[in-house]
């Protein structure tokens, strides 16, 4: 039996990601008590087949306080059902958040006469901090349009083979700010950049002028080999510790040219070991993610 819980803040995409287990075939329950996860999680384990084979619940802000509290020890026993359990954990930014309650008009389930929204959306973060813990997947959705989040869930979640790592290699810009999901993060700022060679400005690092620039010097070599031998040497132990998924971030000063250029072949070389190796350029927006 298969558990997938999806947890965050209101807002931050949960509807979209159960939408996508659902039509996967998942057996849906939104907003369910944390307090019936336990016996819904027997009952499935004891039926072994049907409907309750791969459940997916989601669980946020409007169950009771208390329970939230208490999720780790609700966990624990959830892990010695012998259910195979993961949770996903989506959030944005709180300007992000901000806005996307004023573009629809919707009420926070944390807003009242003395609550405003801002109040709420931070109130709400650390209410749901004992299941942010405990995530096996953090989602930054503040960038990501409603069709580049299913296509996430769908890739680094249901694209993943039992026991096996999913690892999403994702570029950025560190004037943009380090994408708060990174598991790990690399800075490649050292490398010589493209940018300051005005003919290269209008290309980024997938263009083959951009590329032969950076090929050129041997320090961008020994960086990209340097970056796999410490990845590749590091991963084994994050798998022994039941890490089911892996976000690895490059970022170079603006995420156009030095880091995409790197995250493209680091990506390259796991994708031939990994089934499931996904590759994102946070800044270019015009390329969708691709799943290697």
């Given at each position: 039996m298969k558990l997938i819980i999806v947890s965050g803040r209101s807002g931050s995409g949960k509807s979209t990601a159960l939408h996508v287990l659902e039509d996967l075939?998942?057996?849906c329950i939104d907003n369910l008590p944390i307090g019936l996860l336990s016996p819904l999680t027997r009952e499935a384990t004891n039926q072994g087949s049907g409907r309750l084979?791969?459940?997916a619940v989601s669980i946020d802000a409007r169950n009771l306080s208390?329970?939230?509290a208490n999720f780790e020890?609700?966990?624990?026993?959830?892990?010695?059902?012998?259910?195979?359990?993961?949770?996903?954990?989506?959030?944005?930014?709180?300007q992000a958040l901000l806005q996307r309650f004023h573009a629809t008009r919707r009420k926070h389930p944390l807003s009242n006469d003395h609550t405003s929204l801002k109040e709420a959306i931070d109130s709400e973060k650390h209410l749901l901090e004992p299941i942010a813990s405990l995530a096996d997947l953090f989602v930054d959705t503040t960038e990501l349009s409603i069709y580049e989040l299913r296509d996430m869930v769908k890739q680094r979640v249901i694209g993943r083979r039992e026991?096996?790592?999913a690892l999403l290699i994702q570029s950025f810009g560190f004037k943009h700010g380090v994408p708060v999901d990174s598991d790990y993060v690399f800075d490649v700022r050292c490398l010589p950049n493209p940018?300051?060679?005005?003919s290269l400005r209008k290309y980024t690092g997938i263009d083959q002028p951009v590329i032969e620039f950076l090929e050129n010097d041997p320090q961008t070599e020994k960086m990209v080999n340097d970056l796999i031998q410490f990845i590749e040497s590091w991963l084994p132990s994050f798998g022994q510790s039941n890490r089911s998924y892996m976000t690895i971030s490059i970022g170079c000063t603006g995420g156009q040219h030095r880091s995409v250029y790197v995250c493209e072949r680091v990506g390259e070389y796991f994708s031939k070991n990994f089934a499931n190796v996904q590759v994102r350029h946070s800044e270019l927006p015009h390329l969708k993610p691709a799943a290697t």
């Open positions: 075939g998942f057996y084979k791969r459940i208390d329970e939230i020890d609700i966990h624990r026993q959830l892990r010695q059902t012998g259910a195979t359990m993961e949770i996903i954990f989506l959030d944005a930014t709180d026991q096996e790592m940018y300051w060679d005005t």
